[in-house]
């Protein structure tokens, strides 16, 4: 009687049998992969089915049935993909692309990417702020340099049409139109001042240009409060004018939160792994988190911050090396060259490349421009949100990743299909610019939530012992739920909205929350003295 398990002779997993009839169609394709990759092996040694899986994915993927995007990946069978755009592992709906939305990004400088420009050339504006707003600098000689790379990569995961990828990896903003500007100066530095006069050339223009978001995947030196900050003070005047703004958190844990991130109206992105998987149970990202000096905690949302395919600039030692590479692995497929086969592909997961043109990449810089582009597809469903608007369907709508503190992650991780679905009512109604609204002149504080589906919605908190009944809200037009409360003392209170009888809902639209010690926030409602 044989043992209970095998072991598979090339992957050493153990499996309940080994294969050891083959076909004489593509299996035969697949024994001679096989022998090139493992010349010890012989048929009547067996392998598993997982195996042969792989390895007939190869096969696949040199038929160009599925895009040369590499062998180095765990890939099981010839459906998966070896990077997964990031529209696909978001479920994000393909019938909304940004069309006829301009996001501006402001970074460290640029390139005209195929992705951007070959099937329709959709940058509107280029202006370099480091040189006294030189115009149309993506056609001078001095745009190939690292300083592009960096803006290059956060526009295509953006709004790239994956032109160099035969539409595999396309961002869901991929019809939006563009405006890039350039803050790096020519000693490599990305300078407040650089970065503020960028912001105010977008006051400026934002009415010619028709730009509706700023994504900002930098931030500045300044870590104080948003009152003191010229950065955060030309955001929240864009954003008062109906402009979305987005930033990156950063990538340290224990860093601080900087300008234009710690905005109170700034919708601050932090990062989530799902480890380049559909079915997973996501992790967190090492973003940075915590509370401003407003107190005011930080981020709001989280989107996937590593395994995200973006394209190598061209004309860089990567650009090189990456094309070379690939060309090497195409020749290796006779037995004089497979020697250095195990060597190509360990440089090829060195260097990060996924093929020829991309390369996998990481860092909240990726996330932020990722929520741009659902900012861009709630646009196009619903040209009329306003930046509040905006900002409470992607808070709603979002999910917690459970097992890790809300401080982290904010209100969660995006949800681009259900967000679209809630911008699609077109008579959503805006919540107020600040909430809850504190009204001296009345002496009485104005809270709202928005819920299409509640039946009953009430307000607790501490300032009435969290009573689950007390403060009914009165509903309104097309889920639009208020109530008004006559002024407290001053002092600083918590609260929470109880809907239906049933769950507990955080004021998204209330900058200022704080951990629950339940996976959640309290809203805090501050009084000052009069």
Not at 146 to 164: I, K, P, Q
Request: aromatic fraction near 8%; include cysteine.
């Amino acid at each position: 009687m044989g043992p209970a398990t095998l072991i598979c002779p090339l992957c050493n997993d153990k499996v309940d049998r080994l294969v050891y009839a083959y076909h004489l169609g593509g299996e035969r394709q697949v024994l001679e992969r096989i022998r090139l990759n493992h010349p010890g092996w012989a048929e009547n040694d067996g392998i598993c089915h997982r195996c042969v899986d792989y390895y007939h994915t190869e096969i696949v993927i040199l038929q160009r049935i599925l895009p040369e995007i590499g062998p180095h990946f765990p890939v099981k069978s010839a459906d998966d993909f070896i990077i997964l755009p990031t529209g696909l592992r978001l479920n994000a709906d393909q019938r909304f692309t940004g069309k006829n939305i301009t996001i501006c990004f402001i970074d460290s400088g640029f390139y005209p990417h195929p992705d951007l420009v070959s099937s329709h050339n959709r940058i509107k504006a280029a202006v370099d702020i480091s040189r006294a707003y030189q115009y149309d600098f993506l056609n001078s000689s001095g745009n190939s340099g690292n300083d592009a790379w960096h803006g290059t990569m956060t526009s295509v995961v953006c709004a790239g049409d994956g032109y160099l990828s035969n539409g595999l990896y396309k961002g869901i903003a991929c019809d939006a139109e563009l405006v890039l500007l350039k803050v790096q100066d020519q000693q490599g530095a990305i300078t407040t001042d650089n970065i503020v006069k960028a912001l105010q050339w977008v006051l400026d223009n934002y009415k010619q240009y028709h730009i509706r978001i700023v994504n900002i995947s930098l931030g500045s030196e300044e870590t104080g409060s948003f009152r003191e900050s010229r950065i955060d003070k030309l955001a929240e005047e864009l954003i008062a004018k109906g402009i979305l703004v987005v930033a990156a958190v950063g990538n340290d844990e224990q860093g601080m939160i900087r300008s234009p991130a710690n905005s109170p109206n700034v919708i601050t992105v932090g990062g989530m792994d799902d480890e380049n998987k559909l079915a997973s149970s996501n992790r967190l990202y090492h973003s940075s988190f915590g509370r401003t000096p407003d107190d005011i905690q930080k981020p709001e949302l989280i989107a996937p911050a590593i395994w995200l395919a973006a394209p190598i600039l061209p004309g860089t030692e990567e650009y090189t090396e990456s094309g070379m590479l690939h060309e090497l692995l195409k020749g290796s497929e006779t037995e004089e060259t497979a020697a250095n086969r195990s060597n190509i592909v360990s440089r090829l997961q060195t260097g990060k490349y996924i093929s020829k043109y991309y390369m996998h990449v990481d860092g909240t810089s990726f996330a932020a421009p990722i929520v741009s582009a659902v900012l861009a597809q709630l646009l196009e469903a619903n040209p009329e949100l306003t930046p509040s608007a905006a900002r409470e369907i992607l808070f709603s709508t979002a999910k917690r990743v459970e097992g890790f503190p809300a401080e982290r992650q904010g209100f969660g991780a995006i949800q681009p299909k259900k967000a679209l679905l809630k911008a699609l009512r077109n008579q959503h109604i805006s919540p107020p610019e600040q909430s809850p609204l504190v009204n001296t002149r009345n002496k009485v504080v104005e809270f709202y939530v928005h819920n299409d589906w509640a039946t009953e919605i009430s307000l607790a908190g501490s300032f009435n012992n969290w009573a689950e009944d007390e403060l009914p809200l009165e509903p309104g037009r097309h889920g639009a739920w208020k109530i008004s409360i006559p002024i407290l003392k001053p002092g600083r209170y918590y609260y929470k909205f109880h809907v239906d009888q049933s769950c507990w809902l955080e004021d998204v639209n209330n900058p200022m929350r704080e951990p629950d010690g339940f996976n959640g926030f309290n809203s805090v409602l501050l009084i000052n003295p009069q």
